[in-house]
């Protein structure tokens, strides 16, 4: 089981490990995120969001160098469910 409960959240699956950020739980918005490593079977923390989101948009893209870059952008305020851009 992950660590935190979610609901509205993203999720991606980049480099074969499983990506979730944002979203709802149980004491409101969310700006925490995990990753599961499908090898180990364990999900780790990940960095925060710059502030809590819920039903964003995500993409995964590649820097100038190759590398993946998880893009989590709009959605709305967990707390005034304002839409954020």
């Known amino acids: 089981p992950m660590k935190t409960v979610r609901y509205?959240?993203?999720a991606a699956v980049i480099d074969g490990k499983l990506y979730v950020?944002?979203?709802?739980?149980?004491?409101?918005?969310l700006a925490g995120?995990?990753?599961y490593d499908?090898?180990?079977?364990?999900?780790t923390t990940i960095a925060n969001l710059n502030?809590?989101?819920?039903?964003?948009a995500s993409a995964v893209v590649q820097?100038?160098?190759?590398?993946?870059?998880?893009?989590?952008v709009g959605g709305e305020d967990p707390v005034?469910?304002?839409?954020?851009?």
């Open 8 to 10: 509205g959240h993203r």
């Open 21 to 29: 950020v944002g979203g709802y739980g149980t004491g409101g918005g």
């Open 33 to 35: 995120g995990e990753v």
């Open 38 to 43: 499908f090898a180990s079977r364990q999900w």
């Open 51 to 56: 502030r809590p989101r819920a039903f964003a």
């Open 63 to 72: 820097d100038a160098s190759g590398n993946p870059f998880w893009l989590v």
């Open 80 to 85: 005034t469910r304002a839409v954020l851009q």
